[in-house]
C-alpha cells in the first residue's frame, strides 16, 4: 500500500460512507474468514448495512480521501474493526484499536476462533482470552474467543 500520505481517522458519516464501509468489510472478509460460504457473507453485509452499523459507533481510516478502514464500537466492545486487504500491515487496524482503548482502557472484542490472524493481531497488541463460545452472535457453528486489553505486551 502507497503510504506517503497520514493516516486519518475520523466518525463515519453514515449513510454516505456505507458504500465503502460494505467494501472494506466485504474484501477483508473474503480475505481473512475462509470458513464462510458466499451466501455467509452476503448475508452478514445485508445484516452490517441494514442494522449493525446503526448500533454502533462507526470510525472511518482514511489514507488521503481513500477509506482503507473501520471500526464500530458500543457499550466498550469493538464490535467490528475491518481493514481493507491492500492495507494489512500498515497500522490501520492498530490505529483504530489505539482510538478505540482511549475511550475505554478495558476494550473487549471477539474473534472468530477460525480467524488465527485477527487473534494474532489482538494477542500482540495486548489482549487476552477471557472466554469462548461455540457459537458466533448469529447462533453458527463458529467459535468466537472473547478477548480483554490487559495492557501493552512487555
Keep these: ?11 463515519a458519516n453514515l449513510p454516505e460512507d456505507i458504500p465503502a464501509i460494505l467494501q472494506i468489510w466485504r474484501s477483508a472478509v473474503e480475505a481473512t ?45 469493538l464490535e467490528m474493526l475491518f481493514v481493507a486487504p491492500e492495507a494489512f500491515g500498515s497500522g490501520v487496524g492498530s490505529a483504530l484499536v489505539h482510538e478505540a ?3 475505554h482502557p478495558h476494550l473487549e472484542v471477539d474473534v472468530n476462533e477460525q480467524n488465527p490472524q485477527a487473534h494474532g493481531f489482538y494477542t500482540h497488541l495486548g489482549f487476552e482470552q477471557i472466554g469462548r463460545s461455540e457459537l458466533d452472535g448469529q447462533g453458527n457453528p463458529y467459535p468466537l474467543l472473547h478477548l480483554r486489553y490487559s495492557g501493552p505486551r512487555q
Excluded at 464462510?36 to 442494522?51: H, P, R, T, V
Aim: net charge negative; proline share 2%.
Design 1 to 11: 500500500m502507497h503510504t506517503d500520505q497520514a493516516l486519518q481517522l475520523r466518525a
Design 33 to 77: 474468514h475462509h470458513f464462510l460460504s458466499q451466501s455467509e457473507i452476503g448475508a452478514l453485509a445485508e445484516l452490517i448495512e441494514n442494522m449493525y452499523l446503526d448500533q454502533v459507533q462507526v470510525t472511518v481510516a482514511l489514507h488521503g480521501e481513500k477509506p482503507v478502514g473501520f471500526s464500530g464500537l458500543a457499550d466498550g466492545k
Design 101 to 103: 482503548l482511549a475511550e
